[in-house]
C-alpha cells in the first residue's frame, strides 16, 4: 500500500472548511461543534486550531470560501457583455433557483450560517460585504437593461431592491423547500419584473 500522501497547509484549511459546511448541513448550527467537525473529517481537535484561532473563526472563513464561490458565478454572468442584458438577468433568475445553488445541504449551509451570524459579529459583517459585492455586480446589469428597455429607473436602489427580492424568495426556499415550485416562481418573479419595466416605459413616454 502506498504511502498517504501529505497535504499542504492550505489544502488543510480547504479541508476543514469544507467539514465545516458539511457539518452544518448534517447537524445544524446548535449541533455542529470542533468534534463534529473533527470527527466527520478524521482529525484531532487539535488540528483544527493549528489552523484556526477556534469555530467561530472557522465558520467565518468557511461561509467566506462559499460565498466566494457564488459571487464568482454571478460576476461570469453579470459581466458576460457578449450576452443582452435580459439574457443576462434571465440566467441569473435561472442560477438562484437552480439545482446548484437550492439543493438541500445548500440551503441548510446557508441558512445555519444565517443562524451563527445573529451571535457572531464577524460572520454577519461577512454578510454584509457579501451583499454589496452582489448589489455592486447587479448594479451594472440593472444599468445595462435599463438603457436597452429606455426606462426611467435609478439602477442602484433598484439593484439592491432586486437582491432583496431574490435573496428573500430563495431564503424562503431555504427554510420551506416545499412551499414553493422553484419552476412556477422564477416564471412568476419574471412576468413581475416584466410587469413593472412596461410601466417604468409607459410612464415615461407619457412624461
Request: charged fraction near 30%.
Amino acid at each position: 500500500m502506498g504511502k498517504r500522501q501529505r497535504l499542504n497547509p492550505e489544502d488543510r484549511r480547504q479541508l476543514m472548511m469544507r467539514s465545516a459546511r458539511d457539518s452544518l448541513a448534517r447537524y445544524g448550527a446548535q449541533g455542529t461543534g470542533v468534534r463534529e467537525i473533527c470527527k466527520d473529517l478524521g482529525v484531532s481537535p487539535g488540528l483544527l486550531t493549528h489552523y484556526f484561532s477556534g469555530k467561530d473563526t472557522l465558520f467565518v472563513e468557511a461561509y467566506r470560501d462559499m460565498s466566494q464561490n457564488y459571487r464568482r458565478d454571478i460576476a461570469a454572468i453579470t459581466e458576460d457583455e457578449t450576452q443582452s442584458a435580459e439574457s443576462r438577468l434571465r440566467k441569473l433568475f435561472s442560477l438562484y433557483f437552480s439545482e446548484q445553488w437550492s439543493d438541500e445541504a445548500t440551503m441548510s449551509t446557508y441558512s445555519s450560517f444565517w443562524s451563527l451570524s445573529r451571535t457572531n459579529a464577524e460572520l454577519k459583517a461577512a454578510f454584509g460585504e457579501t451583499f454589496k459585492d452582489q448589489v455592486s455586480s447587479l448594479e451594472k446589469l440593472v444599468a445595462d437593461l435599463v438603457k436597452e428597455r429606455g426606462v426611467d429607473i435609478d439602477p442602484g436602489p433598484f439593484a439592491s431592491f432586486l437582491l432583496v427580492f431574490l435573496e428573500g424568495i430563495w431564503f424562503q426556499l431555504c427554510l420551506n423547500p416545499d412551499a414553493l415550485d422553484k419552476d412556477s416562481i422564477q416564471d412568476i418573479c419574471w412576468d413581475w419584473l416584466e410587469c413593472y419595466l412596461i410601466q417604468k416605459g409607459a410612464a415615461r413616454s407619457s412624461a
